[in-house]
């Protein structure tokens, strides 16, 4: 659909307005002031349904009317307003139907007019938030499955920048408590204090220690209990000897004195000499067994004391091989104690470490995949075809052959002709575009324009100062311009 017809009655500058419009490109010229950008205003007012206070200065009531349409349906347009209104009240009619409606938003269901022109367009390139429009307006021409994916993608963005710098920030505190940690440390005090030495072992070695060295100074004494009494073996021997001799002689002379007693008392003592002779001889065979029996135990305790005093040699010796005594348990558990408090150090620090690594590795997943989700949104971007050539966009803006889209990196000729380009693209509906400054595009570009809006069908109303031209002049473009 085009513009068949626009009717302006007191809208802003202009008194009067009517004009019939059939062709492709119109030329709007004058001087300053005389309502040419007023027309660009009212046509888009008329389209979109935005506008502010349009009533002409010390009138009462004014109109915009404008018929839109092609070959097969039409639709009028109309805008009335009053000093009581001053915004006016929009209505859109269709012919064939006769269908009316007072709702704005289904002016704009019908037409789906963006609404811009290009040196509105090229201001925008000045801020942050108007570079961000003019991404909007671009990226709303990309396919609608891309359009979602790439806010599937930007929203994903989002998340994985929020996760990422969580991510960063803590990794940024670990590091802080490694390098914290990594300072009580000297250099090689990660490999040498790594493992944590046991000293409970080690007060049981000294415990057990303890024990022997006491068990030590008993058996020592029963060695030397044992030596002394194999030492008095021989004496005792010697001793029981004599004890027999002695009890031996002492028999010899008891029969002696009993044989002179019998000399002496024959007759008498016959009886008493028998009884002696017994007893003499009871008396032998007693202190003989005895003597065997003291020889024999005599014999057994030496059997048990070198047996005993085998043992004591025996353990002493195996004592004597790691003598505890000779052994500084207390000093090998205070270096224990001082080797486990730099192994706490350490393994402190290596927990702390593995948390930092643990955080950089979740960082740098993130900074992966928004690595991955950018290159999949600038692939989807760069397959789908803008209509200018070498036009895409980033989060910052648009870029235009590699080159940022603002004031100083590209023309502003080269700004017009993007802007009227883009306008044409956006709007497949109502294939209508406004172009204010149109003198700045240069005749190459403005020719490059009319011959797009030609090809694709399109209708331009295009804005030129003429310095000296005091009327408002509308006229359609032809070759022999």
């Not at 883009?422 to 149109?438: C, D, E, Q, W, Y």
């Amino acid at each position: 659909m085009i513009i068949k017809k626009l009717e302006l009655s007191n809208f802003q500058v202009i008194k009067e307005f009517n004009a019939d419009f059939e062709g492709n490109v119109y030329f709007i010229t004058g001087d300053n002031e005389l309502g040419k950008s007023t027309l660009l205003k009212a046509i888009g007012a008329l389209l979109t349904g935005n506008r502010d206070a349009v009533l002409r200065n010390g009138e009462d009531k004014g109109f915009a009317k404008m018929v839109v349409g092609d070959d097969g349906e039409e639709y009028d347009v109309e805008l009335r307003f009053t000093k009581a209104n001053p915004r006016g009240t929009l209505s859109i009619k269709q012919k064939t139907t006769g269908m009316r409606s007072d709702n704005v938003s289904m002016l704009q269901k019908v037409f789906g007019y963006t609404d811009f022109d290009a040196v509105e367009f090229s201001r925008w390139s000045e801020t942050a938030e108007g570079r961000r429009k003019q991404v909007q307006y671009v990226r709303a021409l990309l396919p609608e499955n891309v359009q979602k994916r790439i806010a599937e993608i930007d929203a994903e963005v989002m998340t994985v920048k929020e996760k990422r710098k969580d991510a960063n920030a803590e990794v940024k505190t670990y590091t802080t408590i490694c390098a914290a940690a990594e300072k009580q440390l000297k250099p090689g005090d990660v490999k040498t204090y790594a493992e944590k030495i046991d000293i409970a072992d080690l007060m049981e070695e000294q415990n057990e220690n303890a024990r022997l060295i006491e068990k030590a100074k008993t058996v020592r004494t029963a060695l030397q209990t044992r030596t002394e009494q194999l030492e008095a073996i021989p004496g005792r021997i010697k001793a029981a000897e004599e004890t027999k001799n002695t009890e031996i002689d002492a028999a010899i002379k008891y029969e002696a004195e009993a044989q002179a007693e019998y000399d002496r008392i024959v007759a008498e003592a016959k009886k008493a000499l028998e009884a002696a002779k017994k007893k003499s001889k009871a008396d032998a065979k007693a202190a003989a067994d005895k003597y065997d029996e003291t020889l024999a135990q005599i014999q057994t305790d030496k059997a048990d004391y070198e047996t005993r005093k085998n043992n004591a040699a025996a353990w002493l010796a195996k004592y004597e091989e790691n003598n505890p005594e000779n052994l500084d348990t207390a000093e090998r558990l205070k270096q224990a104690e001082e080797h486990n408090k730099i192994n706490a150090l350490v393994v402190d620090y290596l927990t702390k470490k593995k948390q930092k690594d643990a955080a950089e590795k979740v960082a740098q997943t993130h900074e992966k995949k928004l690595s991955d989700l950018l290159k999949e949104r600038e692939t989807l971007i760069a397959k789908s075809e803008l209509p200018i050539a070498g036009l895409t966009f980033t989060d910052d803006g648009l870029e235009l052959n590699g080159v940022p889209f603002v004031a100083g990196k590209v023309s502003d000729s080269q700004i017009m002709e993007v802007a009227a380009k883009l306008i044409i693209a956006s709007n497949p509906t109502v294939k209508v575009f406004r172009i204010a400054r149109g003198e700045s595009l240069g005749a190459k570009r403005l020719q490059s324009l009319i011959e797009l809006a030609r090809k694709e069908g399109y209708q331009g109303f295009i804005e030129e100062v003429k310095r000296g031209q005091d009327d408002l002049i509308i006229e359609e473009y032809s070759e022999t311009e």
